[in-house]
């Protein structure tokens, strides 16, 4: 198993420590020296006041503090959570996602969803209803342009001919990436798009705001067994994927009802229906307090795994 988490900018206003530079380098060395495996951060370039109230959250630029965390790290994949696709140009998205992997040596992962919050795509000029179009049409040319030279695409959204976009990504053959949602169309395109599925826990009431199905602990095997069969059917091998789910025993980190040894039997359970990869909830309360729940966290949970 290993062990990813989202910076912890959960509210609005959020705690100014938490997005300095020096923040940022803070809890991506802290990450790294406890044991973790991927960091990364939400995507939320222009959220509206109401959501913003009703529990949203702000967000910095994914790939520039993806960027500053990479140079102050040395094995610590970065793993956004995650990129909305539809939101920009995939030439633009492959082209930040190559350099930084590029720059880090091959630790970067893209994590990308479909998107749900309508009237941030109306600010950014994007058509809300061909979301779904938009996101895999920007797949195939992500992948397309991050292999291939004089490389050519026509699709209801994008067009292009000829082009050649050097420096390519240093993993090979690209960077993975990994596909958000719940529903069997994620699925689906894990299949045909994918080298991972990242479902998240989501009762009704979420799952409706989100846009997607809901998703608890039964939900989520039986995703994993029709991803399962979907790979068989396409002859894929099911073995190279990755899956991310978070686990909901123990409680949260850093809380003060936080039961390490629960967590670890959560762990088990989540191993034995094929997740691989946890995100991890960590407290945005306060830098301290962050850095103080990484190190607790290395000690209590992953050097015992």
Known sequence: MRFTFTHPMHSHPYNPELVTGAGIAAVAAAAEKAGFDGFGFTDHPAPTERWLKAGGHDAVDPFVAMGFAAATTTTLRLIPNIVVLPYRNPFVVAKAGATLDLLS????????????????????????????????????????????DDFSYEGRHFSASGITAHPRPVSDP???????????????????????????????????????????????????????????????DFADIEITFTNPDGGTPGSDGFNADAYLSGLEKLAAVGVTWVQVGLPGDSLAHVLDTIEEFGSSVISRT
């Open 105 to 148: 040596q091959g630790r970067f992962t893209l994590a990308v969803g479909v998107g749900y919050l309508k009237r941030e795509f109306t600010a950014l000029g994007v058509e809300f209803d061909e979301r779904a179009v938009l996101f895999e049409e920007a797949l195939e040319v992500i992948r397309g342009i991050w292999t291939t």
């Open 174 to 236: 690209h960077p993975p990436i990994w596909i958000g949602g719940n529903t069997a169309a994620a699925r689906r395109r894990v299949v045909k798009f994918g080298d991972g599925w990242c479902p998240f826990a989501a009762p009704a009431l979420l799952a409706q705001t989100a846009r997607t199905a809901a998703m608890d602990a039964d939900g989520l095997a039986a995703g994993i067994d029709d991803l399962r069969r979907r790979f068989d059917e396409a002859g894929r």
